[in-house]
Nanobody, 119 residues
Framework: VQLVESGGGLVQPGGSLSLSCAAS????????MGWYRQAPGKQRELVAV???????NYADSVKGRFTISRDNAKNTVALQMNSLKPEDTAVYYC??????????????WGQGTQVTVSS
């Protein structure tokens, strides 16, 4: 199983960025998909998660600014980030809870993508 992230980069405060993550490989079923972030010197934290049924949950710090979505047909998850703040600067990781074709259930991580919010 492989997770490939795209998006990220440098943006000014108040700007927008979009992240995407595609899962591929021996996938039987995907459960929850989410985004985490880790800023320098801090622990990795949950940003947003979406269940297979489409229910979402967000960190309080991003509610109303970030939107998570998924395309079950393409095994992708996206994170639309608006009204970005300098404190959103971090490496963003996608996380996918899935069951493989061998019926092994595990959580997989993307390679991480840098988001920098700075003027």
């Amino acid at each position: 199983v492989q997770l490939v992230e795209s998006g990220g980069g440098l943006v000014q405060p108040g700007g927008s960025l979009s992240l995407s993550c595609a899962a591929s490989g021996s996938i039987f079923i995907i459960y929850a998909m989410g985004w985490y972030r880790q800023a320098p010197g801090k622990q990795r934290e949950l940003v947003a998660v979406i269940t297979s049924g489409g229910s979402t949950n967000y960190a309080d710090s991003v509610k109303g600014r970030f939107t998570i979505s998924r395309d079950n047909a393409k095994n992708t998850v996206a994170l639309q980030m608006n009204s970005l703040k300098p404190e959103d600067t971090a490496v963003y990781y996608c996380n996918v809870d899935l069951k493989t074709l061998s019926l092994s259930r595990t959580a997989h991580w993307g390679q991480g993508t840098q988001v920098t919010v700075s003027s």
